[in-house]
């Protein structure tokens, strides 16, 4: 079901009272369940790009980036009518979906890696892909999951250290350390590939 | 800022972008149905004509065979993982993997048995050289199916084609099953490093459903998919697609009404540049009255597509006439020799529906410069009146394998009313010896899986 943005306005105020009797982990049916699902189909309109993109700098993987788009803006829904402050939505989604990309982490217990990147690509295949070579962002994904996500949280979205901070659940110290440390291991790396 | 944040922020949002606002899916909520896949679908038919079957009785059941032709020897300067093996599998790519068939459903009621299967229910992964089992792969729900699969040439990359072809039901109605047509495929990579397969999800930038008849190769590489669709009365499309980063590059026709066929990797050549495009121009046959008119095509236009020259149009690729042999059917299923000098194709009679009595075919090799026929290799001869245990079925022949010049491959080949795997050297038949191993581990069971599946990946 997808909303018009032109109604985000009605959405974004105190939620409704839910029904008696509703108990399901979504908002109810009815008025205020139309309103939820309107609500965050707009907002998945505006920000679902920006927060794919974060989660496939994190995950390197396309599809799970997709999923956890997904599963963010699903958890939004289903908590719509509990959230005490809908103007921090967005906040809201971001540590979902960086919490989201830990998990698939650490089901996966594996790094991220560029999809479907050969084991070690063919000379043709470094002429074809040579142009589009990002090497800090390969030597991006070496970095320990922490780190990368300081990384990408601030230079990517461009969050200050206290929003970084609430995204990634630590203290503004330790974004500010994490990011040093992360900056220089990624200039180490950079270095030795030279 | 410091130079190095400065390259990570510009790195980063230039990485980003291969998630363009297009690919983004819409949002489905709990409870919401309306961007749900379909329901229950049915497999998508080729409309393989009659003539066809004496190559592919399995294959007329599915929608596209990915019998692939492997090269021998990766690139120059590929740096790839080291292996080297001894003969007799030399050359052969590491690992293969082929569909098997399983069931969906299956129960009695009232004391009659209902059940309904799939060819590629799901698929395994082994080691060449030991037929050691490395991977059992199945499509993740509700997708079922593994339509098409491709290997690069190390045999260590594998990309698999999933759709979903589920009936809860017997006497599904035809307007469900009709859904299966147009549900997106669901594509999933596969990647064995140190003897452990990884599974992904690849999330192409491209759409394809059943229903537009796709194929699929993988370059020699591994890092660009080649997918074909459309057709028939639409425009025929190529799509070359970067796998790391998404890019397309897309070759179309006007509207035609042929198919455009990839035959899995064996439409690449070894370097990557030359991608063969067959036209199939057999119309499908749908009911008795057509089948009984019939004729199938003598000939099979062929277009090597240069991926690396400039231009989109499909009609820029060089077009080739392969001409059948006489009193035979046009070949089908061609593939290129890795260096790129030879074309390959089966042939058999064109007697018309040969449902009974002697069948004869051959492998037919063809000049890729000039589409004349060269060479007749590995003739078969199938009795349709064989009535022993196990015999049943029809002929069957698809390459598995050919080294770079194309005089040595891997083949299922009828052989006394059986489809057996072996190798094919200097027109000689053998069920084992170079390049198969001596002591062929998991081969028998790679053999019955492919008289019933459809797909092959080495």
Not at chain 1, 77 to 93: K, Q, T
Not at chain 2, 118 to 141: E, H, M, N, Q
Not at chain 2, 244 to 253: D, E
Request: hydrophobic fraction near 40%; glycine fraction near 10%.
């Amino acid at each position: 079901m997808e909303g018009d943005v032109a109604h985000l306005p009605d959405f974004t105020g105190p939620p409704r009272a839910r029904p008696a009797g509703d108990s399901g982990g979504r908002p109810a049916e009815g008025t205020a369940g139309t309103a939820a699902s309107h609500a965050v189909t707009a907002l998945y309109r505006s920000h679902a790009l920006g927060l794919t993109r974060l989660a496939f700098l994190m995950l390197g993987d396309r599809q799970a980036a997709e999923d956890v788009v997904q599963e963010a803006f699903c958890g939004l829904f289903r908590a719509w009518d509990r959230l005490p402050d809908h103007a921090n939505v967005l906040g809201y989604l971001r540590v979902s979906v960086v919490n989201g990309c830990r998990s698939v982490l650490r089901r996966s217990k594996r790094a991220p890696l560029a999809l479907a990147a050969p084991p070690a690509p063919s000379a043709e295949a470094d002429v074809l892909v040579g142009e589009e070579r990002r090497e800090a962002v390969a030597a991006l994904r070496r970095l320990p999951p922490r780190q990368r996500e300081a990384l990408v949280l601030r230079y990517f979205a461009d969050l200050p250290e206290n929003e970084t901070a609430k995204a990634m659940g630590v203290s503004r110290g330790t974004v500010k350390s994490t990011t040093a440390r992360g900056l220089a291991a990624l200039g180490r790396m950079l270095r030795e590939e030279q | 800022m410091t130079a190095l944040e400065e390259r990570l922020r510009g790195e980063l949002r230039a990485e980003s972008e291969i998630i363009t606002p297009e690919s983004i899916a819409p949002l489905r909520l709990p409870g919401d149905t309306e961007h749900m896949p379909g329901g229950p679908r049915r497999r998508s038919s080729r409309h393989w004509p009659d003539w066809a079957k004496p190559l592919a009785a399995a294959a007329a059941a599915a929608a596209v065979i990915a019998g692939t032709f492997a090269i021998a020897h990766a690139l120059p300067g590929t740096g790839r993982q080291p292996w080297s093996p001894t003969r007799p599998y030399a050359g052969v790519p590491r690992y293969y993997a082929y569909t098997l068939q399983g069931d969906i459903y299956n129960y009695t009621r009232h004391g009659t048995q209902y059940g309904a299967g799939v060819t590629d229910r799901y698929l395994k992964i082994r080691a060449t050289d030991s037929g050691k089992l490395i991977a059992t792969v199945f499509p993740p729900k509700p997708y079922n199916d593994f339509e098409m699969i491709s290997a690069d040439a190390t045999g260590t990359v594998f990309v698999l084609g999933a759709m979903r072809y589920w009936e809860r039901y017997a006497n599904t109605r035809p307007s469900v099953l009709a859904r299966n047509q147009v549900t997106p495929m669901r594509f999933l990579l596969v990647r064995i490093t140190g003897g452990r397969a990884q599974v992904f999800g690849l999330h192409l930038p491209v759409t394809v459903t059943p229903g537009q008849g796709p194929s699929m190769a993988l370059s020699p590489d591994g890092t660009r998919l080649a997918l074909a669709y459309g057709g028939r009365g639409r425009p025929a499309v190529v799509d070359v697609i970067t796998l790391p980063y998404g890019r397309v590059r897309r070759w179309t026709s006007p509207r035609v009404p042929w198919a455009p066929l990839l035959s899995g990797r064996g439409a690449w050549t070894a370097d990557g540049r030359t991608l063969v495009l067959q036209e199939e121009n057999a119309p499908p046959v749908r009911t008795r009255s057509a089948l009984d008119q019939y004729r199938p095509p003598t000939d099979t236009p062929v277009r090597l597509i240069d991926t690396v020259a400039q231009g989109s149009s499909l009609a820029a690729g060089k077009l080739l006439v392969l001409r059948a042999p006489a009193g035979e059917s046009a070949p089908w299923r061609v593939v290129i020799t890795p260096d790129g000098t030879k074309l390959i194709g089966g042939t058999s009679q064109a007697q018309f529906r040969p449902r009974n009595g002697i069948e004869r075919g051959a492998l037919s090799v063809y000049s890729a410069r000039t589409g004349a026929l060269l060479q007749r290799l590995a003739p078969w001869k199938w009795n349709n009146n064989d009535n022993r245990p196990a015999h049943g079925g029809g002929p069957k022949e698809q390459l598995a394998w050919s080294n770079p010049s194309g005089s040595q491959f891997i083949v299922l080949h009828p052989v006394d009313d059986l489809n057996i795997l072996g190798s094919l050297t200097g027109g000689t038949f053998r069920t084992a010896g170079a390049p198969l191993p001596r002591q062929p581990a998991g081969y028998q069971e790679l053999q019955n899986a492919l008289r019933t599946g459809t797909q092959l990946a080495w």
